[in-house]
């Protein structure tokens, strides 16, 4: 008897000590939201037997506040290459006419372009696989030299592990030196089995546009300005460079771009020499998913102390 006395008295005591902010309900944190909902949901529903009941349920679940949803991302397509020619841009040293970007190809590839070759005249053509690693190399010799470019066609075989796997066309022609003049590739999806399916080509101008300078023009000061646009193929920098006729680089600079829209360029490039020194003005950018260049474009010019 005298712990149940006791009892009660402790729980007067703690009732009477109870502060009047403690009847204040205490918000839920967002999270918890949802299962209050459902917990209130459930518990009306069990005691719903009438309309009035009804009533009162919808009642209570709009009183509870409900979470505000999460804004979502929403995935825009990259803008790609359309087969208009760029306006002011020359026609493209080495144009891939086909297979076009992502096409899906079988041994051997049918590759067809038109090519302005180099001093060399010589072409090579190398297929690498999506590591990095070189599926096949084609040499073409004595390749017609023309300023309007020379129709070729060239099968490329190859053998892949896998059912498929994204290769890389590259396509190079090189000067008397045997510096690379022009460079450019198309991504494809290589197949072990199935059946080919062309996409069409892409841009057939140069993606690359030089103002400043000319081509062949001499430059004096040790600070050759360069002016222009380009349309990059993806986020990697592009880098301007001046190569002697040794393959030896002069100077450098390098551009990070921020969007694959065509836009300007003007930057500098610092270079010392000691005499009136032919050189190659070059302008590349790597690929971005595969190992190795992408894309080069290149002019001659003179420098002078």
């Not at 006791?6 to 729980?11: D, G, K, R, V």
């Amino acid at each position: 008897m005298k712990r149940i006395l006791l009892l009660a008295s402790l729980l007067g005591l703690l009732a009477g000590c109870a502060s009047p902010a403690s009847a204040v309900p205490t918000p839920y944190p967002p999270e918890y939201l949802p299962t209050v909902v459902a917990m209130t949901a459930e518990a009306l529903a069990r005691a719903a037997s009438d309309s009035a009941t009804a009533t009162a349920l919808a009642s209570a679940l709009n009183s509870v506040p409900t979470e505000t949803p999460e804004p979502t991302l929403t995935f825009t397509p990259a803008p790609t290459y359309t087969p208009t020619s760029i306006p002011l841009h020359k026609p493209a040293a080495i144009e891939i006419q086909a297979p076009g970007p992502m096409s899906k190809v079988l041994s051997p590839i049918s590759l067809r372009m038109n090519i302005q070759a180099g001093a060399s005249r010589r072409v090579q053509i190398d297929l690498y696989g999506e590591d990095g690693r070189l599926l096949s190399r084609t040499l073409k010799r004595n390749v017609p030299t023309s300023g309007r470019g020379i129709l070729q066609t060239a099968k490329i075989p190859f053998e892949i592990p896998a059912a498929a796997e994204v290769g890389r066309i590259t396509v190079s022609t090189f000067d008397k030196e045997g510096r690379i003049q022009s460079l450019n590739s198309v991504r494809v999806l290589l197949l072990s089995s199935g059946v080919d399916e062309i996409t069409p080509a892409g841009n057939p101008s140069e993606p690359v546009g030089v103002v400043e300078p000319g081509a062949g023009e001499a430059v004096s000061g040790g600070v050759l300005t360069v002016r222009g646009d380009v349309w990059p193929f993806n986020l990697q920098p592009v880098i301007f460079e001046l190569v002697d006729a040794e393959g030896k680089s002069l100077g450098l600079r390098i551009l990070y771009v921020t969007s694959i829209q065509p836009q300007l360029f003007e930057t500098t490039i610092p270079y010392r020499v000691a005499e009136t020194t032919p050189a190659r003005l070059v302008i590349r950018q790597d690929d971005d998913r595969i190992p190795g260049l992408f894309y080069l474009y290149s002019q001659e010019v003179t420098l002078n102390p």
